[in-house]
């Protein structure tokens, strides 16, 4: 049987674990979207931002497979894992949530899974604007 300060310290704990995973859901649910800012060259680096634009040029990494995707406005480093499930061309807009880091000089943005990746095709943006 345990005593009386052995129950009370167990109610707390069940209580902590039950308000940490009620709150990782309430986030999860959320998203990234209210905690992002849009991106700026005065970005900080590891600054969760968002940005977007249409994609210039695509250069796959000579180590790593990892995926440079530039636009006109920032450069978007996509890794390898992440890569696997996208599909990209040079034409599609696309839209991101990542951090910011600086890569030799460089701001640019890191994306970590493709959730954070959002990519209307240039194909269906020309369908689009003949049917409207």
Sequence with gaps: MLERQERTAMVLLLGIVILVIAAHLTLGLI???????SFTNNSMDGELVTAGGTIDRLV???TGGHLNVYTDSVTIFIPAQV???????KGDVISVYGI???YRGKKEIMVSSAQDISVVPANSMSNFSATT
């Design 60 to 62: 796959i990494t000579q």
């Design 83 to 89: 890569v696997q499930e996208l599909t990209l061309k």
């Design 100 to 102: 910011v880091q600086t």
């Design 31 to 37: 998203g990234k979207q209210p905690f992002a800012r």
